[in-house]
T-cell receptor, first 112, second 112 residues
Framework: DAEITQSPRHKITETGRQVTLACHQT?????MFWYRQDLGHGLRLIHY???????NKGEVSDGYSVSRSNTEDLPLTLESAASSQTSVYFC???????????FGPGTRLTVT | TQLLEQSPQFLSIQEGENLTVYCNSS?????LQWYRQEPGEGPVLLVT?????EVKKLKRLTFQFGDARKDSSLHITAAQPGDTGLYLC????????????FGKGTLLTVNP
């Protein structure tokens, strides 16, 4: 069965370190999205991609970057982790022409 | 400014009760989706409503899209403990290019 996976599921890191969160989908979807979910803020879009070599900034992109070298993967990198980036991160994908998104199980990131 | 306002934020009821949660906006949406998120997991799509006035039923869940396509409601009949979770509405705005606008969610607890 097709799926979308995220790794690691939990991560603790120190302020200033670079961190990369992985997202892998086997739906063969063109569109991929990264969100963070925080109490009181709901789901906020960080970055998104419509296909290989395409990346776009979302509403809370400062301090984050993504790259899309193939259809299946959209890794999210925190260049220099800050305590304000402690959050739960979700990756999602959707097919071309379809707004319905499929979400991964999330990564809980703690920056100390 | 939150584009999609969900109410109530929290709801705790007894098994067997009925409930309604709301998703309101001053903006028009092309379509609106409802997701349910269980603890430690990613959101899962329940339904998409597209036409103003549309009503969709999913077992004990009834979803309605407002006539003006600015609001939606989710009604659960005879709630069960398995209905416990965070209910999120997400809207598609014209020209959004597959991006969703999420409400902050309603956290529902159904007590046995």
């Amino acid at each position: 069965d097709a799926e979308i996976t995220q790794s690691p599921r939990h991560k603790i890191t120190e302020t200033g370190r670079q961190v990369t969160l992985a997202c892998h989908q086997t739906w063969n979807h063109n569109n991929m999205f990264w969100y963070r979910q925080d109490l009181g803020h709901g789901l906020r879009l960080i970055h998104y991609s419509y296909g290989v070599q395409d990346t776009n900034k979302g509403e809370v992109s400062d301090g984050y970057s993504v790259s899309r070298s193939n259809t299946e993967d959209l890794p999210l990198t925190l260049e220099s982790a800050a305590s304000s980036q402690t959050s739960v991160y979700f990756c999602a994908s959707s097919d071309w022409g379809n707004y319905e998104q499929y979400f991964g199980p999330g990564t809980r990131l703690t920056v100390t | 400014t939150q584009l999609l306002e969900q109410s109530p934020q929290f709801l705790s009821i007894q098994e067997g009760e009925n409930l309604t949660v709301y998703c309101n906006s001053s903006s028009v949406f092309s379509s609106l989706q409802w997701y349910r998120q269980e603890p430690g997991e990613g959101p899962v799509l329940l339904v998409t409503v597209v036409t103003g006035g549309e009503v969709k039923k999913l077992k004990r869940l009834t979803f309605q899209f407002g006539d003006a396509r600015k609001d939606s409601s989710l009604h659960i009949t005879a709630a069960q403990p398995g209905d416990t979770g965070l209910y999120l509405c997400a809207g598609v705005r014209a020209g959004s290019n597959y991006k969703l606008t999420f409400g902050k969610g309603t956290l529902l607890t159904v007590n046995p």
